[in-house]
């Protein structure tokens, strides 16, 4: 079936730094790449739809100049987190639809981000 | 805008007992449906989905579900539970454009 990779799976920095997480489909191609964030015993939050080639879409409510989302190939989704503070801390997952009628989305096994 | 309501938090059931674990959803058309199920620090597995035909719909581990339009509800089922399905469960519609809206969550615990 199809996969979705993440890195790293975990990390911990500095408040006040900024870290890249890489979402990779590793056999399909995926024009559009979902990000959602999970704090502690909630549930999954789309923050934004990455589009290949274009812009990402944000929800309403996150910050696009501090979640930046590049979706340079079919493959591969970075989101970064820009000037991290410890309320960014977090379960960042991503997903992306290989394109089946049925709307499935492969979800990433998840990004624990640690801000100190 | 879709949305999805898990009424119950958290569940315990004793092993060996069956299991029902609710779901509610509000959409304008005939939505796309899905259950998740997640360990402790660990993504999403997909355990089924609705997309259309047969309402009731079987998945990996034993579990089914059954799509009541009259009802907006896709409540998932286990006749069985064995210890290693305590996680949490997640209820999820698409849309169109593929985006998906989670529920809250119910939390599983097994007692033995």
């Known amino acids: 079936g199809a996969v979705v990779s993440q890195h790293p799976s975990r990390v911990i920095c500095k408040s006040g730094t900024s870290v890249k997480i890489e979402c990779r489909s590793l056999?399909?191609?995926?024009?559009?790449m979902f990000w959602y964030r999970q704090f502690p015993k909630q549930s999954l939050m789309l923050m934004a739809t990455?589009?290949?080639?274009?812009?990402?879409?944000?929800e309403q409510g996150v910050e696009k100049d501090k979640f930046l989302i590049n979706h340079a190939s079919l493959t591969l989704s970075t989101l970064t987190v820009t000037s991290a503070h410890p309320e960014d801390s977090s379960f960042y997952i991503c997903?992306?639809?290989?394109?089946?009628?049925?709307?499935?989305?492969?979800f990433g096994p998840g990004t624990r981000l640690t801000v100190l | 805008a879709q949305s999805v309501t898990q009424p119950d938090i958290h569940i315990t059931v004793s092993e060996g007992a069956s299991l029902e674990l609710r779901c509610n959803y509000s959409?304008?058309?005939?939505?796309?449906l899905f259950w998740y199920v997640q360990s402790p620090g660990q993504g999403l597995q997909l355990l089924l989905k609705?997309?259309?035909?047969?309402?009731l719909v079987q998945g990996i581990k034993g579990f089914e579900a059954e799509f009541k339009r009259s009802q907006s509800s896709f409540n998932l089922r286990k006749p069985s539970v064995h210890w290693s399905d305590a996680a949490e469960y997640f209820c999820?519609?698409?849309?169109?454009?593929?985006?998906?809206?989670f529920g809250a969550g119910t939390r599983l615990t097994v007692k033995p």
């Open positions: 999820a519609v698409g849309a169109r454009n593929n985006d998906m809206r």
């Open positions: 056999d399909f191609q995926a024009t559009t």
């Open positions: 959409y304008g058309a005939t939505p796309y």
């Open positions: 990455s589009n290949e080639g274009s812009k990402a879409t944000y």
């Open positions: 609705y997309f259309s035909g047969d309402t």
């Open positions: 997903s992306a639809p290989p394109g089946l009628a049925d709307n499935e989305q492969f």
